[in-house]
């Protein structure tokens, strides 16, 4: 089964369309009410789109970075996830009394459904 994985890993990739469908099917389930809503917002760190789609910077996209994108839940800190052609990987937490563990149960789940 090992061998499938790497097989399927090395074929499937992240595209900055499969990302933007993503984070604007997510978008649906955002809103201020807390008790309707997944989460309060998910958005790119930034509206600039290159040409070829990405949204990371050209020094970044050669190490496979497509975007940046900020996620607000409502019960926690924002915190950045990268979008790059391997996956969704998130950003180390800026804010050192963060509860860590508690990030990465959201952000796991949220991989999950990106």
Known sequence: MIPVLVSINRTVRLTPSLVEQDVNLIKEFCGDDEENHVLEDILFSTEHKFQNGC????????????????VKPHDEDPFFVTASTTGYFVNKVRDENCDIGSLLTISMQLAYYL
Do not use: A, M, T
């Open 55 to 70: 949204r990371s910077p050209p020094w970044r996209q050669i190490h496979g970075d497509i975007s940046y994108i900020e």
